[in-house]
């Protein structure tokens, strides 16, 4: 299989704003957001379909998950919900997305056409990442 677009992310090829990482997984800024804050996290090993993980990964996403969700609500007070959806279509790498929402209908939104705002990223990751020192791994 070639390597994903996310491999590359994960080792460094390919810039992101890195939000979390942990021996297993690994979460980032989606740069075509459909709600402001959506972050992506993946599994570090390039595996296709998320029913195919092995237990230990699938049980670390789901950890990496949960933690970055209470990051996000404690950074996003407005938020309703901090919604999860697994994804795998556009990218043969298991992965899904957490998103900041007021209403069901957030999750449905078109991703904007317009290049991404590094800087308001750079800014959002910057307090994740904060919030979750408050974790600890």
């Known amino acids: 299989m070639e390597r994903s677009i996310f ?3 994960i080792e ?10 942990d021996n297993l997984t690994f979460a980032f800024m989606d740069i075509a957001p459909i709600q402001q804050g959506m972050v992506v996290l993946v599994v570090k090993q390039q595996i296709d ?7 230990l990964e699938a049980a670390a996403w789901m950890h990496a ?3 970055i969700m209470k990051a996000m609500k404690a950074s ?3 938020a309703k919900r901090i919604g999860l959806r697994i994804e795998g279509f556009d990218v043969p790498h298991a992965h899904g997305v957490l998103v ?7 999750f449905r939104a078109e991703q904007p056409s317009s290049d991404p705002d590094h800087d308001q990223l750079a ?15």
């Open 49 to 55: 379909r998320f029913e195919d993980l092995p237990e």
């Open 76 to 78: 996003f007070p407005s």
């Open 7 to 9: 491999s590359k992310i």
């Open 123 to 137: 800014a959002i990751a910057n307090l994740l990442k904060k919030e979750l020192s408050r974790y600890g791994k």
């Open 100 to 106: 900041p929402l007021t209403s069901p209908a957030d």
């Open 65 to 67: 998950a949960q933690k």
């Open 12 to 21: 460094g090829e390919i810039p992101c704003h890195k939000v979390y990482e």
